[in-house]
């Protein structure tokens, strides 16, 4: 966001501030080998029932509105229960899980008085010296049929060089120990405040979610939360350990954790599910990463999360959504924040290592096709359409079986028509060397203007003459550049990295680079944020530019951005713009043929012709009223195409 005052309400790169560099915490390997009851189901059946005659705990905080642990960053909750979406497929490091009925998540009672010592469900805890109770959990995490307790405790105003929080094992027999403390690369400060979630997440296994929130800003994608997963009657009990920074601007960030035991070989596991949902979604979309016990650590499920992803895929698939919105944007969107391969990672190991997703092409190829039979069902083709413009900008490209079959789809929901070799035109076009508005412009009666370096030209409507148009005609040349009227200048557009959004970057007199405007385009991944290249190029097309917002086509899809308050007026087109002068048509170059939508939708279909047949390679494309004619500039050369003849293979009728 720039400063109060200017135009500009998109949030935008702000300086960052180095954390001073922290020592990590060692890794440790879980080396624990829990003892079991034989008749396991018959004692937790007996603990439920004493569990439920022990009186209420008083004082104790239950009476006081809780946030459970799983999720926004910015206030860390968790539902009732984890979810327990099962988990196949091979080449995983460990076997892996089975469905299994999620955890019921049981939260800990807070203490708001933070006392010395707490009473509660048949147990009397007495906190370590210059420690007081935040909060208890009582559970039987060892599986004895006694209660334990884990508790998280924080130091009394008199304590000297304490940690900020420790979380303690209290067991029915022996002796208090600390588990954990508030991990080093958690941010701290005077200008820094934490929030801390404990929750029993397994049958032997709790959680812990520590959130800290800061006034200054931090580097880029740096660790703001800790979530680690413990096991509290091991001699070893961090099963595992995240780090995890804040979302992504315009996003929320969630987590939820079910720590039962997934592969059913009597000690927990982790499933971790993340969700994010962009701010101008609906939907959110979840993703899973499995981790099962075993003796020299947790290993990570190789299956996880392109199992979990291809499965909500095929689920909205089945669903032929055809309501607003576009959930897998939100889907690359977490693939950003979870797969070390888009370079932007948010979810880190111990060590602070981002996740390796594996083959994502299987993820891509349903995303894709979802988002084509979804803005098809809206009857937005133009994004659909877009899917195949922006074809490898995120992770991989397309399979070749996958492309076919988005062409297959496309192709049979338009209306084909065969495109006639173009005329060329003999005047060159003026090309500025940054985005700008068309050197072409239909004039009513299909007569051409084309704007060259020094003069702009008239192709006749019939095609037979080029002449000089004179600015006593009522024809001067158009500004080309793409300029509001306040006089700031849209100057390209860049892949964020710091966001998910494309940016355009735009400047004026006096500032040559302002604030960037977020296009809610996803952005490619990689693309420039591993250090490799700036990412694939953009066109824009350019409706509307003003002090009020924005509106162009963007690698052919429609993306508009209006200042809160402020309602964008229809008008007739400026020149230069891909609509008709008439405003009822638009035309998009595609790797299938040029997009006229208006009425209806057609592809002209240029890929047959001998030359000046890769419409993908069109720029400044114009159209004429009725869909008439379409110009555009092809290697620098001006080519009309005149309305051609219906296909063949267009049905008569269309559905």
Known sequence: MPGAGSRHFWPSNVPRTKLAEVPRLPFRKSLRYPTFESNFATACAGLLAALAGLPGCNGCGSQKPYTPFGVASSEPSLPGTANSASVAGTGSAAPTPSSSLAFAIRRAELTPTSPEAWSGSGLTLKAPPERRFAQVLPGDFDGDAALDAVAWLVPTATAKDAPAGELWYFPSAGEARRLSAVPSFVPSGPDCTSSTKLAQTGAHSVTLDVLASCGAALIARAPTRAIQVLTPSSEHPALLTLRVASPAPDETLDFSVDSSDQDHDGKDDVRLTVSLRAASESEASSADLVWLDR????????????????????????????????????????????????????????????????????????????????????????????????????????????????????????????????????????????????????????????????????LSADRATESVVSAEGGVPPWPLDIASPGGVRLLGAVHGCDRSDLLLTEGDATHPVLPSLATHVTAARPASCTGHGAGPAVTIAPLAFDDDGFEALIEGQRVSQVLPGKTRVAGLPALGTPRSPDGRWLVAPSRLGLLVVGEHAELWQTAALPSHGDASRFTDCVVANEARAVACIDSGRVVVFERPKPSASTPQKKK
């Not at 413009?389 to 070749?400: I, P, R």
């Open 295 to 458: 003796a020299a650590g947790a290993s990570r499920a190789a299956s996880e999360p392109r199992a979990s992803l291809l499965r909500a895929a095929s689920a909205r698939t089945r669903s032929k959504r055809g309501t607003a919105g576009d959930p897998e944007s939100s889907t690359l969107r977490l693939l950003s924040s979870l797969c070390a391969e888009g370079g932007v990672a948010r979810v880190f190991d111990e060590e602070g290592a981002p996740f390796r997703c594996g083959e994502l092409g299987p993820v891509v190829d349903s995303l894709m096709m979802n988002q084509v039979l979804a803005s098809v069902a809206q009857g937005d083709f133009l994004h659909a359409f877009s899917v195949l413009n922006k074809d490898g900008w995120y992770f991989t490209q397309l399979s070749a079986g996958q492309r076919k079959l988005i062409e297959r789809e496309l192709l049979r929901k338009v209306s084909k028509l065969d495109a006639e070799p173009p005329l060329v035109a003999t005047t060159p076009p003026a090309l500025p060397r940054l985005p700008h508005y068309s050197p072409l412009w239909f004039e009513p009666d299909r007569a051409l203007l084309i704007q060259g370096a020094r003069e702009v030209m008239r």
